[in-house]
């Protein structure tokens, strides 16, 4: 499938869409039809996606199910269950963090050599103080 088709059906969805709503201004209601329209149309998308040669099969069938659950009227599985993944992926991501700082303490060997540092920067400024007075 290339892209223009997908444009194609994507317009004929809208075009549909917008003539149902002006239908519905008018008092001619077409609610079942266009709540079967709709999910069947995204459907068709993805299928034509999952049929294609493309490296989008992926998407095809997330798009597909997308559909079939607005079909059947479970959308809303699907929104709690990416809800409850996030809420699992943070908490996982809260506990690895607190792991993580224990990991970052310094060793023996980095404290010394931090001590070495600091003594040297002393005796650095009680060198240059003790010069400065001498010129003076």
Known sequence: MNERSGK???????LLTG??????LLGIHSGRFLGILIPGLIMLYGARKLMSGSGSRFWGLLVFLFGLL??????????????AVGVIYLGYRLIRRHDRSDDHMP?????????RVLKEDALDNWEHRVTKKETF
Not at 8 to 14: M, N
């Open 8 to 14: 194609v059906l994507l317009g004929l969805a809208l």
């Open 19 to 24: 003539g149902f709503v002006f239908l519905d």
């Open 70 to 83: 607005m079909l059947i009227g479970k959308l809303h599985l699907l929104f709690n269950v990416i809800i």
């Open 107 to 115: 060793t023996v060997w980095e404290k010394q050599w931090a001590e």
